[in-house]
């Protein structure tokens, strides 16, 4: 099913729609606050900036950089018969607030071993 934005302007039918449902059904209904994905600024900053010239300074390509950071800073684990295994989050799955946390963790670590924008 094709994701439907709620506004002011479509709210009442929204409740018309609920009211109209058949109860004796079941019915599910999610709802979320959509926020926006990383911007091509922010895209561009990190793929054009950070990541060559951390690169540079540590003697990496911008793909191990990359490679490095989302593991130190976007990992999660799961753990499946005993054994952990690491979860790596996708850069392009960060919505704007998220994307701008992910690169200032980047600056601050950079930074703590010498690296200076």
Same mark, same amino acid.
């Given at each position: ?11 009442? *039918?929204?409740? +018309? ?10 019915? !599910?209904?999610?709802?979320? +606050? ?14 054009? *900036? ?7 300074? *540590? ?10 950071? !989302?593991?130190? *800073? ?8 005993? +054994? ?24 601050? #670590?950079?930074?703590?071993?010498? #690296?200076?924008?």
């Amino acid at each position: 099913m094709k994701p439907w934005h709620l506004t002011e302007q479509n709210k009442k *039918f929204l409740i +018309e729609k609920i009211n109209n449902l058949d109860f004796k059904k079941r019915w !599910k209904v999610v709802l979320y +606050e959509e926020s926006e994905k990383r911007s091509n600024e922010q895209n561009d900053r990190l793929w054009g *900036f950070l990541y060559p010239s951390i690169g540079d300074y *540590f003697g990496y390509t911008q793909k191990e950089v990359h490679a490095l950071c !989302k593991y130190q *800073f976007l990992r999660s684990e799961i753990v499946i018969n005993d +054994e952990v295994i690491p979860i790596l989050k996708s850069t392009a799955s960060l919505n704007v607030k998220e994307f701008a946390d992910y690169m200032d963790k980047i600056e601050i #670590w950079a930074s703590q071993q010498g #690296w200076a924008a």
